[in-house]
């Protein structure tokens, strides 16, 4: 919505629409930075959980 109003408020002014083009690709690329720390993390997390499960599984064999 920041974005609209800025936009919004004269479409016309080169100035304004150049300084939203910015704050857009700043923003774009801020999330996907963000992003691919969530992939990663959630790479890691399964990972982590793939792990005890198997860890689980394996003391509850030995326990049978």
């Known amino acids: 919505a ?3 109003a800025l936009y919004d408020s004269d479409p016309s002014q080169l100035v304004q629409t150049k300084m939203l083009l910015e704050r ?5 690329e801020d999330l996907q930075h963000k992003r691919a720390d969530l992939d ?9 959980k793939a792990q005890c499960q198997e860890h689980l599984r394996q003391r509850s064999d030995a326990d049978r």
């Open 2 to 4: 920041h974005y609209l």
């Open 24 to 28: 857009v690709d700043r923003t774009i």
């Open 40 to 48: 990663r993390t959630l790479r890691e997390l399964k990972d982590i």
